[in-house]
Each structure stands twice: as structure tokens, then as C-alpha cells.
């Protein structure tokens, strides 16, 4: 079953295919997967709900037939086609698409459900077969592509080199971030000398990016895992209190935890805080009024199992195999619970790349129960604990008043940074979302004093994390500072006047990172304090 499930996954994310649902009006597309930019060149939030979209992208020549075809959709009960598409360089892929009406309970017709497929290679051959004319014809389209590809060159190259430059920028912050934190210690004269060289060699090639390139964002998708012994109470207890406010508004009840304590597991410490936080607010969202959720850590054997039970509609048998399908909310999607249909299928992602494997029963009308199994990890050395702080800067800011902040941040290395720069500021705490949505959901469930956005996410664009939240009357007010590696000026500005409070580069200048946080958490008394505390 799991290697079954893998196998999907994967041909999923690698097929030339692409998943979309258009509305009521077939003009708007409502969804289209994640794979779009990879096939088609543009990214779902340059197709979804932009009207007209989709159609104005296929071929002149090809429109108004395959326009027609559709709008006959609702008396054929399908449409098939293949048409050309244009990426956003002007070359052309060849689409075969099916549509089917996707229809109410009463049988109205509430918009389509389709998948294209990229059968370029195969039109291309037939083609070829058709005889000189149609060569001919592709030749000169190849040249007409070729001007458009000339007009654009420079842009494209752009691209690139900001691209490369985003992952030197990463690694640079992390290097420059922590030699700075090294010497804001007391060190002896060798060592003060040693970060003094880091310090200067990471500038230098920090100026030569600079130089050489026009900072642009380019999204990557490698999964980072620190995997260390874990301990599973604290994980629990702190979930626990993230999803707490999400279950009150919901009327849901938080059962105390049954805990068999004391337990470590082999894994990365923020993935599965991530998964039981989506297995938490799954149980609570398809809970019934008055329902329950009971969080449960047992050991089987070389393995920790935790458990989350909820006492919601449960799920059929024939639904089962479709659980962990992405994009598939098993009906879901005709309620207003909100959701991608990727929770699950991500969480098992997770957990299996850390050796795991999840588990799940389920009774229809009683509830279900998801275990995420983990291997149990030897109980690590204890570790001192850090001194208390010295001067009277330290002093000062251990009587202001707590804050929280939210750090919407996928890199591991970065927000292990920034946890270690916050060591400076006792009175904060920090909370971290690996993913763009869940960090609107817990900005929107604790009102943080701060959030700290990045850009790039793997789910969603920083960008639109900000957008959200300035749109929300319920979180407009909350200061949000973005901490990127693109750099140009462009970038800042449009950020800037999207609602940004500020904008930080990485490398992260450790000193200007604390005095921003300090002039928004603390003003009345920033100025003074960080004089004497960085």
C-alpha cells in the first residue's frame, strides 16, 4: 500500500499532466494543480481565477472550435480536444484534453473537472508524417519563435543568474548569520580573528553577487530533514496549544492527552510538528459540533506511535484508497471546509522520508483515527543549561513585556538562526510555520505582536501570504517583516508598498535584524535597549 501510494505520488509530480476544475462560468478556472508551471509555463496563480486564463493562452487558430466544444459540454457529458498551447515565450505544446461537467446533487451543471495532457512529441511526429507542407509550417513557426526567444533573452538570462544567486545568498546566511552572532561573544584574540576572516571572506562574496547579479526568486523543492532524537511530549504539548484556539472556534473539545512519557523518536523535529499539526486541525475541521479529539503516545515495540482519535463523520471503505491522493478531499470540496486535498498526502511524504509510515481506521458516523508511526531513538545526553546573560542590556529586555512572533520559513538553517539571534530577547516567543498557509492559519489563530514572511515557499508565494493577511481587517494591523534572499530594488519596493513593514536581505545583518524587531515590538523603549543589547 505505501509503496503503491509512493509510486503515485511521484508519477504524478512527473507526468506531463495537468489537473484543473473551471466554475459556473466556464470562462474562470477555479483550480489547476501545482504542476502547471513545469507543463504548461504559468503557475496556478497566474490561471486561477483570472478570467479567461486559460482559453486566451491556446492558439488563435485553435480557440473558437475548441470554445465551442465546450460549450456544448453540458449536452455531450465530454469533450475531448487537442490543441496548441502557448508557454509564455510563445512556443507552442500540444494539449489533449478531457472535460466532464462536474454537477450538483440536483443535477446542475456547476462547472467541469479535466486533465491535459502535453502530447507534443506525438503531435510533433505526425507532423512530420503529414509531409513538407506541414514542416514547412513549423519552420516558420520555429522562427517566429525564435524572434520572440531573441526579444527575450536578456530576461531570460536575468532569471537564471538571480536564480543561482538565491542559492549562494541561502548558505550565506547561515554562515554570516551565526560568525556574527560569534562575535557579538566575549572571544580571545585568535578566535575574534578567525570570525573577523569569515565575516570578511562571506562579505566579499556576498559583493561580488551583489554585483554580478539582478536578485530574482526561483522556487526550489528539495526536502531538508535534520533528523535527531525527538522528544515526543514536548512536540505534543506544544501542538496541542497551537490548535487549541482552531478547536474553540470550531466547538470542538481537546481531550487531555494520553501520554506514555518520556519517549524519543528518530526524526526532524519540525516535520513532525507539521504533520501532527495537520492531523490535529484535520480532526478538528471534520469533527461534528461538540465533538472530541484525543491525542495518544504509546510505544510498540521499536516504534512510538502517536495517535490522533476524532469523533467526526469517519470515512467509507471504498473512499479509503483515496485518502492519501493529493488533491482528492473525497467530497470535501463541495462543503465549506476549507482545504488543498494535500495535507495527507504530504504528511505521508513527510513521515515516510523519516522512515515512518501512517496509519488510519475509521468507522463511518463514529470517527477515525490517524497513528503516525516513528522509530524509538536513544534518550540523548542532557545538555547544560545556556548562562544567564550578561550586561545590563540583556537585563533590560528581560523585564519588557512578552511578545510572539510568527516566522513563516522553510529553510531549517534559517530559522535556526533566527532562534538563536532571538536568544538575545528573552521576553519572545517564537513560533514557526514550514508552510505559507499554515502560517496564515496560526497568524490568523494567535494575533502575533510580529510576522517574519519569507518568499520562498513551497506551497505558496510569499507575496501572497502578505496579500492575505493585509486584506484581512483581522490581521492588517499586524507588522510584517519579509526576510528574503532577492535583493533588488524592484522586489523591495513592490513588498514595501504590498504592506511590508520592512525588508530584510540575507544574509541577515544581525544587528539591523534585532534593532527592526526592537523599534516593533518594544518602541517606546527600542532606541536605548539596543544600543546597550546587541
Known amino acids: 500500500m505505501t509503496e503503491g501510494a509512493g509510486f503515485t505520488e511521484s508519477l504524478v509530480e512527473r507526468a506531463p499532466v495537468v489537473f484543473y476544475r473551471r466554475g459556473a462560468d466556464l470562462d474562470l478556472v477555479a483550480y489547476v494543480s501545482a504542476n502547471s ?34 460549450e456544448s459540454l453540458a449536452q455531450s457529458g465530454q469533450t475531448e ?23 450538483d446533487d440536483k443535477g446542475g451543471l456547476v462547472g467541469t473537472l479535466g486533465y491535459a495532457t502535453d502530447v507534443t512529441e506525438r503531435m510533433t511526429v505526425l507532423a512530420v508524417l503529414r509531409g513538407a507542407h506541414a514542416e514547412m509550417q513549423t519552420l516558420n513557426e ?98 496541542i496549544a497551537l490548535v487549541q484556539p482552531l478547536a474553540s472556534t470550531n466547538d470542538v473539545i481537546l481531550d487531555d492527552p494520553v501520554f506514555d512519557e518520556g519517549h524519543f523518536v528518530r526524526a526532524d523535529r519540525q516535520r513532525v510538528k507539521q504533520v501532527l499539526l495537520n492531523l490535529l486541525s484535520n480532526a ?35 473512499k479509503m484508497e483515496a485518502l492519501f491522493k493529493p488533491f482528492d478531499r473525497l467530497g470535501a470540496e463541495q462543503t465549506l471546509i476549507e482545504g488543498t486535498g494535500l495535507g ?39 545538555v547544560a543549561a545556556p548562562r544567564e546573560a550578561e550586561g545590563g542590556g540583556e537585563i533590560e529586555f528581560e523585564r519588557l513585556p512578552e511578545r510572539t512572533i510568527i516566522y513563516v520559513e522553510d529553510n531549517l538553517s534559517n530559522l535556526k538562526l533566527v532562534e538563536h539571534i532571538l536568544e538575545r530577547r528573552p521576553r519572545v516567543k517564537l513560533h514557526a510555520a514550514l508552510q505559507g498557509r499554515m502560517g496564515l492559519d496560526l497568524i490568523r489563530q494567535h494575533h ?87
Open 284 to 318: 478538528i475541521k471534520y469533527n461534528r459540533p461538540r465533538g472530541s479529539v484525543t491525542l495518544r503516545i504509546q510505544a510498540k515495540g521499536e516504534q512510538v506511535a502517536v495517535s490522533v482519535r476524532d469523533t467526526g463523520m469517519g470515512i467509507p471503505r471504498n
Open 448 to 534: 502575533p505582536e510580529l510576522v517574519l514572511l519569507d518568499l520562498n515557499l513551497a506551497d505558496i508565494d510569499g507575496a501572497d501570504v502578505l496579500k492575505s493577511l493585509m486584506e484581512d481587517p483581522h490581521t492588517a494591523g499586524i507588522p510584517v517583516v519579509v526576510i528574503s534572499a532577492d535583493a533588488t530594488e524592484r522586489r523591495v519596493q513592490e513588498l514595501i508598498e504590498a504592506g511590508a513593514r520592512d525588508y530584510l536581505t540575507k544574509p541577515l545583518d544581525v544587528g539591523r535584524f534585532l534593532s527592526v524587531l526592537d523599534s516593533l515590538l518594544w518602541p517606546e523603549v527600542s532606541t536605548k535597549t539596543t544600543r546597550r543589547s546587541g
Open 142 to 239: 520555429d522562427l517566429a519563435q525564435a524572434r520572440d526567444a531573441a526579444e527575450t533573452a536578456n530576461r531570460a538570462k536575468s532569471e537564471f543568474l538571480s536564480g543561482m544567486s538565491h542559492e549562494i545568498r541561502t548558505p550565506l546566511n547561515a554562515i554570516l548569520g551565526f560568525a556574527q552572532l560569534l562575535g557579538m561573544a566575549r572571544l580571545g584574540r585568535d578566535e575574534q580573528e578567525g570570525v573577523d576572516e569569515i565575516l570578511k571572506g562571506g562579505q566579499h562574496l556576498l559583493s561580488l553577487v551583489d554585483e554580478v547579479l539582478d536578485i530574482a526568486r526561483i522556487e526550489a523543492g528539495n526536502l531538508s530533514l535534520s533528523i535527531e532524537p525527538v522528544l515526543l511530549d514536548e512536540v505534543c504539548q506544544e501542538c
Open 81 to 103: 480536444a487537442e490543441y496548441r498551447w502557448l508557454r509564455p515565450d510563445g512556443t507552442p505544446i500540444w494539449l489533449h484534453c478531457i472535460e466532464y461537467p462536474d454537477r
Open 37 to 70: 508551471a513545469r507543463v504548461l509555463g504559468y503557475g496556478p496563480a497566474e490561471i486561477v481565477g483570472r478570467p479567461g486564463a486559460w482559453d486566451e493562452r491556446i492558439h488563435d487558430e485553435d480557440r473558437r472550435w475548441y470554445r465551442r466544444s465546450l
Open 344 to 382: 495527507l498526502a504530504l504528511s505521508r511524504r513527510l513521515v515516510e522520508a523519516m522512515d515512518g509510515r501512517i496509519t488510519v481506521s475509521s468507522k463511518p458516523g463514529e470517527g477515525s483515527v490517524f497513528s503516525v508511526h516513528l522509530a524509538v531513538a536513544e534518550v540523548p545526553e542532557p
